[in-house]
């Protein structure tokens, strides 16, 4: 099971998934105009995680359960597609669900960052985090590539047989 090439892509993206969880993933800078202006108007700075915002180390509220959900179904998902290296087809259905979830993932990202919280906050940078995802994208796409390989590989020699 480890020997096998996708299983290491499988591993490293989830390695990459539960990082993102943990780390921020943007910062925030208020104004004071604005229409969410006063959610945020005692802090000047403010950080981004994926279920909450931290502003200047101490207050925490919570506010976008979108991203979290998506990256907890897709980090757990890539687990389970992990264990499931002896039935190949649901692998690969598996790691086309997950990488379709990061896909929305960074698509309710930016919706947040720039639809939703752009109005309020005059400087918005993202943080190293946020292209975990992304990278974990790649190499989900890597994994369905290897799959696919072996799949093709067992399909050929039951022909010979």
């Known amino acids: 099971m480890i020997q096998r090439i996708q299983t290491l892509y499988l591993l ?7 990082g993102c969880l943990c780390l921020p993933i943007a910062h925030f800078v208020s104004c ?3 229409l969410l202006a006063e959610l945020f108007s005692p802090y000047s700075q403010v950080d981004m ?3 909450w915002f931290v502003s200047e180390g101490k207050h925490v509220f919570y506010f976008c359960p979108v991203l979290m959900g998506l990256l907890v179904i897709t980090t ?8 499931l290296f ?6 690969m259905r598996l790691a086309t669900f997950c990488m379709i979830l990061l896909v929305f993932w960074y698509i309710s990202y930016c919706i947040i960052c720039f639809y939703l919280l752009s109005p309020a906050l005059t400087l918005y ?6 292209a975990l995802p992304a990278s974990a994208l ?3 796409y890597l994994a369905f590539r290897g799959i696919m390989k072996d799949e093709m590989l067992v399909r050929s020699l039951d022909r010979l047989r």
């Open 125 to 130: 940078r993202p943080h190293w985090a946020a």
């Open 86 to 91: 002896k039935h190949r087809a649901l692998q």
């Open 138 to 140: 790649i190499l989900l």
């Open 12 to 18: 490293a993206a989830f390695a990459l998934c539960l």
């Open 49 to 51: 995680y994926n279920l």
């Open 32 to 34: 004071e105009t604005g």
């Open 76 to 83: 757990g998902l890539v687990f389970i597609d992990i264990w």
